[in-house]
């Protein structure tokens, strides 16, 4: 059994394998594993972060930024909960389970989120202990991956969002040499969809600009879906 799966508090384990579409259907079981997705998003995000910060020390702000969403997206915590058996211990309701929850990206990767969230609780909010569990996670990811999963493209992604939830006309971005030297200038971006701002970023080219900006838009609205979620 993987160590992120060895709990002193096991009834935290479960909750955290607990999705709502069991909870649902068995009210009696309480909470839901959502609040604690929540912590691990968080605690993921600053990890990740600090990983790519001491592995790069070369990299910049946009091209780290880039990195961690490779190394934290839906996908690759999907392969994590994969890889440390969360698979078939997923607590889901019949409907899900029907849908072929237990091979859902989504549903992996939110779970994973939940038991990391859990496991720093169980380890009296230890982040070493969190830190040795994960990090070895981290390191087993190719650099080609990490590499081409973020130039995939953050525009990409959030030209689905706009077209799925506002408008199927593309987001259009204005970009502006701002400063920086001839030789390495210094690009903004903003993106903007029916002439609403939704982000903005910066680069050494355009191209890395637009990219950050759609990162800032992306990052914008999963803030604002954790807000919503939570009640804020």
């Known amino acids: 059994m993987h160590k992120l799966l060895i709990f002193q508090d096991e009834e935290l384990l479960r909750r955290a394998l ?3 579409s069991y909870v649902h259907e068995n009210p009696q079981e309480g909470e839901h594993n959502e609040r604690l997705e929540f912590l691990g998003d968080a605690l993921l995000n600053f990890l990740s972060g600090e990983y790519l910060y001491s592995r790069y020390p070369s990299k910049g702000e946009d091209e780290l930024t880039r990195r961690r969403s490779a190394l934290v997206d839906e996908k690759q915590l999907a392969k994590f909960a994969i890889e440390v058996g969360l698979g078939l211990k997923m607590r889901l309701g019949k409907g899900a389970m029907r849908e072929g929850g237990f091979q859902n990206p989504n549903l992996l990767s939110s779970t994973f989120e939940a038991v990391i969230g859990a496991y720093y609780l169980d380890n009296n909010s230890n982040i070493e202990a969190l830190r040795a569990v994960v990090r070895p996670l981290f390191d087993s990811v190719p650099e080609s991956i990490v590499e081409s999963r973020s130039d995939v493209d953050s525009k990409n992604r959030f030209q689905e969002w706009v077209q799925r939830n506002v408008t199927l006309t593309p987001p259009k971005y204005i970009t502006i040499q701002t400063g920086g030297f001839s030789h390495a200038p210094e690009f903004i971006a903003k993106v903007f969809v029916d002439d609403k701002e939704y982000g903005e ?4 080219n355009k191209k890395d600009a637009e990219k950050s900006a759609a990162e800032d838009a ?4 999963k ?3 954790g807000d919503s979620e939570s009640g804020t």
């Open 223 to 225: 803030q604002r879906e």
């Open 201 to 204: 970023g910066k680069g050494r």
């Open 18 to 20: 607990t999705h709502r």
């Open 218 to 221: 992306l990052a914008k609205l």
